[in-house]
């Protein structure tokens, strides 16, 4: 069986007027330029309150870094009291969406994704091996963890950058 | 499960007045990385109120000292009533921000925090007499070097709201009251 390794989970919320489709679009766009295959297994809108409707999006990005480890990557939106509004901006009209919003970014390793130690108790000898002296968990496992790391970073940034929250930029932008 | 030893609990610093939120978040966010932190945001929430924005922040930047013992700080911000003001300065317009801050900040030391002692009892026991005789001078170094840092976040960010300049009165030792003596 495959290994996860668990890279930690970031919150980021919202509550006010937002490009809601920007939004969506941009943060989309990062795993094409960051080469990561992306699915949405989940969108759900649901009748929600008199205050507005609810929206659920969940995104599964993977994106294989050799043979044997993977790059798992897990978008949460919980998105409440949604409501349409046209807001003038610049002396424009700008559809904009007043909501609660709430995004969780989350994402893992994945070591051994085609299970080819997992086969027999050889294998999986041999993937403890692997894992303690070949790539030596400090040193490259570390460094494919990191990288996964500050990978969510840039994105949890282009959500915080679109979201025009105060707390804008990154001092890691640099990191990998 | 690794050790944790929370040598400075619950350090406050309070603000009321102008500054300017983007500014203060690029400040802490540059001074982790300049002295060798691990980003880690757990939470950055904002929203809109009646009487401003509500901003809350909780950071929990890391760095590894050793393979034994790793540096947390745990920095909670919680801002209230946020507006967006103009103010003229030297004859230029500038737009800055106005409301309440405040920040809540605990230095952890973690020690074993790959768990690596804790397989085995004799390990266990091994650890905790390794711990107390003869990583002593170790660990209160690591310690010291956690107060150090968490007393320079805490007067950068005192500089930056203009509160003190480079104040001489530190946190030195570890203490679960606020606010230290002397200063109150």
């Known amino acids: 069986m495959s290994q996860k ?62 043979e044997y480890t993977k790059f798992n990557v897990r978008v949460y939106f919980y998105i409440w009291d949604v409501k349409d509004i046209e807001v003038i901006k610049d002396g424009e009209k700008v559809k904009l969406t007043k909501c609660r919003l709430m995004l969780e970014i989350d994402g893992d390793i994945e070591l051994d994704y ?32 990191d990288e ?29 | 499960m690794a050790e944790r030893e929370i040598v400075i609990d619950k350090m406050r610093l309070s603000y009321e007045g102008l500054f300017n939120v983007t500014e203060l978040y690029k400040l802490m966010d540059g001074w982790f990385r300049q002295k060798g932190y ?71 030391l973690e020690t074993d925090y790959e768990n690596r002692w804790e397989n085995k009892p004799l390990f266990f026991f091994l650890r905790t007499l390794f711990d107390k005789y003869i990583f002593k001078p170790y660990t209160a170094g690591y310690q010291s070097n956690t107060i150090d840092d968490v007393n320079d976040l805490h007067n950068r960010i005192k500089t930056f709201l203009n509160l003190y300049r480079y104040s001489d009165v530190a946190w030195t030792k570890p203490s679960g009251t606020w606010p230290p003596e002397g200063m109150a």
């Open chain 1, 5 to 66: 390794v668990g890279v930690r989970r970031m919150v980021v919320q919202k509550v006010g007027i937002v490009d809601l489709d920007g939004l969506y679009r941009t943060m989309r766009r990062w795993f094409y330029d960051y080469r990561y295959y992306f699915e949405e297994p989940t969108s759900r809108v649901r009748p929600g309150s008199a205050a507005g409707v609810e929206y659920e999006w969940i995104w599964r990005a993977w994106r294989k870094i050799n």
């Open chain 1, 114 to 145: 085609g299970n080819f130690f997992s086969k027999s108790k050889f294998g999986k000898i041999l993937f403890s091996i692997l894992n303690t002296l070949v790539f030596q968990e400090e040193k490259i496992l570390a460094n494919w963890w």
């Open chain 1, 148 to 176: 996964l790391y500050y990978h969510l970073y840039k994105l949890q940034t282009i959500a915080k950058e679109y979201l025009d929250m105060e707390a804008k930029g990154n001092a890691y932008y640099d990191v990998w």
């Open chain 2, 38 to 108: 691990d980003k880690r945001e757990k939470k950055m929430s904002e929203s809109v109120t009646k009487n401003g924005k509500f901003i809350e922040w909780e950071l929990e930047p890391w760095k590894k000292i050793t393979d034994y013992a790793k540096i947390i700080i745990r920095l909670r911000v919680i801002m209230t009533d946020i507006k967006e003001v103009d103010v003229e300065l030297d004859n230029t317009k500038i737009k800055m921000n106005q409301g309440k801050a405040d920040f809540i900040f605990d230095g952890i």
